[in-house]
């Protein structure tokens, strides 16, 4: 949404006697693809995090995940014809989900880093439903990746906590990813994730009795550790694959929410979050049938890019 800035003739309007305010709302990065915002949240992730802190990502892994990310990028791009084939939108995407693959998933070899990440830019042209004015990828491409990981792998895992409990990172990644979901208007998924995660994990510490010290230590690092804030701020807040209405999608998160604490804290089962969220992503499809809403694009129409 862009500011209605006053015009000359509108003498009455508050901005407009300040001589020269209303160019300063127009910022530069304002035009940008929020995609480079994105870029710039998830590399701060892989360099204060994985490469500084987990020794078990090598740059080799970094190097070939991003090469094949791109390479099949371009080879649906070219290989499907799309019009806007020649454009670098795209490329930002494959970018985007191989710094989150680089920044989630650990493997004892070096294929299998670039072999998930054919596999998360190939979903994209592969599994696609919803109706024609929001029809989209169901998928999540860096969550596919980190599941297919897990549950499928040989040889793969996720490393979900290298980034400790560092309250500096924490603010940091926090505020780079309220800039991104105020950017791509998720912000509303972000939040209420993290309320009702957050009222689940301190209603846990509180049923189970703990005393506010060392209770309240252990709420602010299973709240404000740096799996949880990516999965906030980049990978449930994926306006291509959330629900399109906000209600909806509201909904949506905090059912992901639920779900992913019956699984990891009632089941006990390892990454809660990853697992809910690729059963969830199927269903966004039906709730978008449901109550259909125009599908969010990344660029304007008048410069939009395929």
Do not use: E
Request: one cysteine or more; charged letters at 10%.
């Amino acid at each position: 949404m862009t500011l209605a800035q006053p015009t000359a003739s509108d003498s009455t309007h508050p901005l407009a006697r300040h001589n020269g305010f209303g160019s300063l709302l127009k910022c530069p990065w304002q035009h940008l693809d929020a995609r480079w915002f994105q870029l710039l949240f998830l590399a701060s992730f892989l360099g204060l995090g994985a490469l500084a802190r987990d020794f078990a990502l090598t740059g080799q892994q970094v190097l070939l995940t991003l090469t094949s990310a791109l390479l099949t990028q371009a080879a649906w791009q070219w290989g499907l014809d799309l019009p806007g084939q020649k454009n670098w939108g795209g490329y930002l995407s494959a970018l985007v989900s191989s710094l989150g693959l680089c920044i989630l998933v650990r493997a004892d070899n070096a294929w299998a880093h670039p072999l998930l990440a054919s596999l998360a830019m190939s979903s994209k042209y592969l599994i696609l439903s919803g109706p024609s004015v929001c029809r989209s990828h169901v998928l999540n491409p860096a969550n596919l990746a980190a599941f297919a990981a897990w549950a499928w792998l040989p040889g793969a895992w996720l490393s979900p906590g290298q980034w400790g409990s560092d309250s500096l990172a924490a603010l940091w990644f926090m505020a780079l990813g309220g800039l991104v979901t105020q950017r791509v208007s998720r912000w509303d998924v972000s939040l209420s994730f993290l309320t009702t995660w957050a009222l689940l994990l301190a209603l846990r510490l509180c049923l189970l009795d703990y005393a506010w010290n060392p209770g309240a230590a252990m709420w602010l690092q299973q709240v404000g550790n740096g799996a949880v804030l990516l999965f906030a701020f980049f990978m449930i807040s994926d306006p291509m694959t959330t629900p399109q209405r906000r209600s909806v999608r509201i909904s949506y998160a905090v059912l992901v929410a639920l779900g992913a604490f019956v699984w990891q804290y009632l089941l006990f089962r390892p990454h809660g979050l990853i697992v809910v969220l690729f059963v969830a992503s199927w269903l966004v499809p039906l709730c978008n049938r449901l109550w259909p809403q125009t599908r969010f694009a990344w660029q304007a129409p008048a410069d939009k890019k395929t």
